[in-house]
């Protein structure tokens, strides 16, 4: 953190050489993770899932591979800033993925853009980012709203034979262009942009330069903090009906946030089908909750607390022991905890009566769940608790979600059981977090 000294002199100096070296300055900033009078903040990030699915979440084909073409990845932000930063990953990859040129701009309509700001790394409008590892820009004097949506363009010169780093189910619908039309990322009409997808490829997070003690918090989990509501009772396909509604428990939670005037960033680490303890099985869920969680948690920009939803699949898929996963919850605290942060656990939401992760398949995972609740509810070591079970379980049969708050596949909650999740979380426990 700066210190200023109260000479007025010294103060217009300090200003001027600001002023002079701003971008470099900030770049400083952003690096150092601190909290002085400016500093970097987590606005956007989804957490990369996989490079081997390849139909997005809604059952659309995914390119398997690109050849001088335009992708065109439409994210909403949480957080409003003047000067931001994009990240860009390819951890999934198995070869380098270059990108020629990369622009930033408003949406208008579908992939119709505003403008196009060009985004710079290292000074270069390129950069070719390696397998299994990420990249972040240059800092962008760029103006981005809470819950304006962005078209983040990405020219991929050349062939790129290869698995596409992506967030499986974005729940927003993103565009590229057909093969061998070269680069577009300044074209503000989106009419090329004939690809269609809801998945994100390759971009992973935004960053907006922040002031005082704005930071962040990350929602961590699986499909249910990803914001999964299913078409019908098998779970998969995702409903294309909630697509560009942002209507994510974590979405709804940052509005509640921004009513309240608490300058908190709401950062969304779900992954469909993820479990704490186990990687995700073919090729679905990512990497463990527990592996992942410093790369898609405590790396964030500005981060806070982290508040963990997780477990629903260890119970269904792996059919893990109460015990087990107990034990999983208490490494994370204390990774968590590690970095010097706060962490919220909420309990784990019904499912008996669903087809998927319900007591059909795995017929002790209500009564494990409801071990793991009693033990959530009672702990002390983590530093609260947001009992979502409670929000939105029947309360005539508490092993299912209350009808009006379930998906079709009585697993997921629809928009309105989001919603009831994001209420129940006590707003003064996120705020008396502090900036890190």
């Not at 050849?67 to 380098?96: A, K, Q």
């Not at 410093?294 to 260890?314: M, T």
């Amino acid at each position: 953190m700066r210190t200023y000294k109260s000479n007025s002199i010294l103060r217009a100096v300090a200003a001027l050489s600001i002023a002079a070296t701003f971008l470099n300055t900030n770049a400083e900033a952003a690096t150092s993770g601190g909290c002085g009078f400016q500093h970097w903040v987590a606005s956007w990030a989804a957490s990369p899932s996989d490079s081997s699915v390849p139909l997005d979440a809604t059952g659309v084909l995914i390119p398997s591979a690109l050849n001088e073409e335009t992708l065109r990845m439409v994210i909403t932000p949480h957080l409003s800033g003047s000067t931001v930063r994009v990240h860009l990953t390819n951890r999934f990859g198995n070869g380098p993925a270059k990108f020629g040129a990369v622009t930033l701009g408003l949406q208008t309509s579908g992939a119709s853009i505003a403008s196009a700001k060009p985004v710079t790394f290292n000074g270069s409008s390129s950069v070719t980012v390696q397998a299994g590892q990420d990249v972040v820009s240059d800092p962008v004097a760029f103006n981005v709203t809470a819950f304006t949506p962005l078209a983040v363009s990405m020219y991929m010169p050349g062939l790129l034979q290869g698995p596409i780093t992506k967030h499986w189910n974005a729940n927003a619908t993103s565009y590229y262009s057909l093969p061998l039309t070269f680069n577009l990322t300044k074209q503000t009409n989106g009419g090329a942009f004939i690809g269609r997808s809801t998945s994100w490829f390759y971009v992973d997070g935004l960053d907006v330069l922040a002031g005082g003690q704005t930071r962040s918090v990350v929602a961590f989990g699986d499909s249910i903090t990803d914001g999964w509501v299913a078409a019908n009772a098998l779970s998969i396909p995702a409903s294309a009906a909630v697509d560009d509604l942002n209507g994510r428990y974590p979405d709804d939670l940052q509005r509640r946030l921004n009513d309240a005037g608490i300058p908190i960033s709401v950062i969304n680490a779900g992954i469909g089908s993820n479990q704490l303890l186990a990687a995700g099985t073919a090729g679905i869920g990512g990497p463990s909750g527990l592996s992942r969680l410093s790369a898609d948690a405590l790396s964030q920009a500005g981060v806070s607390g982290v508040l963990l939803l997780e477990g629903i699949n260890d119970l269904g898929i792996s059919q893990v022991t109460a015990e087990q996963l107990i034990d999983g919850y208490k490494q994370f605290i204390a990774q968590v905890h590690a970095a010097g942060l706060p962490v919220w656990l909420g309990t784990i939401t019904p499912a008996s009566n669903a087809l998927v992760d319900g007591v059909l398949i795995a017929p002790q995972s209500d009564s494990y769940r409801q071990q793991i609740n009693t033990w959530i509810r009672s702990q002390t070591v983590a530093d609260g608790v947001v009992d979502f079970d409670a929000a939105i379980r029947d309360p005539s049969n508490p092993s299912t979600l209350l009808s009006v708050y379930a998906g079709p596949d009585n697993l997921h909650p629809n928009l309105a059981g989001y919603s009831k999740m994001a209420a129940a979380v006590n707003l003064g426990m996120l705020a008396a977090t502090a900036c890190h």
